[in-house]
């Protein structure tokens, strides 16, 4: 497979990828983007002059994981409320006909100066997915109720239950 030496062969997507990555990196502590920022920060980075008209679209529909795919079905960016995105990780739902679909570039479809991104990706994704499953009030949740319901406790209720029938 060639390696892409040039910013002008890269795919809209694996643009799109690269700014959402840029701005998690530079940015820890935002959770999201506002379409807008993306866009903005798109403009500010350069990979494309002019900015390409589909770029906005990606952001918005083909690379948004818990969209319906129309037609582009990339997983790499997940809609956190309307007109906010970030990158998608292991664990996010997505939309069940994006299934299977690609979620980070390749290294060799990378310029070489953002490589280092998916590294940088791959700690990321794994950190935010594991202290979201701590700090998930729901997640906390599990488990919570087994010794209510253990065998002798679970007979004891029904009979409880069925003594107030007669």
Request: aromatic share 8%.
């Amino acid at each position: 497979m060639p390696t892409v030496s040039s910013k002008a062969q890269l795919k809209v997507a694996d643009e799109v990828w690269i700014i959402m990555a840029l701005l998690h990196r530079e940015q820890s502590r935002q959770a999201d983007f506002a379409i807008e920022e993306i866009v903005d920060r798109a403009r500010k980075e350069g990979l494309s002059q002019p900015l390409r008209a589909g770029f906005y679209v990606h952001v918005v529909q083909h690379c948004v994981a818990n969209r319906p795919p129309n037609p582009g079905r990339y997983r790499m960016v997940l809609e956190t409320s309307p007109g906010r995105r970030r990158l998608f990780r292991k664990g996010d739902s997505y939309h069940p006909e994006r299934e299977g679909a690609k979620v980070t570039p390749s290294r060799e479809a990378l310029p070489c100066e953002y490589r280092d991104l998916l590294d940088w990706y791959g700690v990321w994704s794994s950190t935010a997915a594991s202290r979201a499953k701590k700090e998930d009030p729901l997640l906390l949740l599990c488990g919570s109720g087994k010794r209510i319901w253990a065998k002798e406790h679970a007979d004891e209720y029904v009979r409880r239950l069925r003594e107030e029938w007669e």
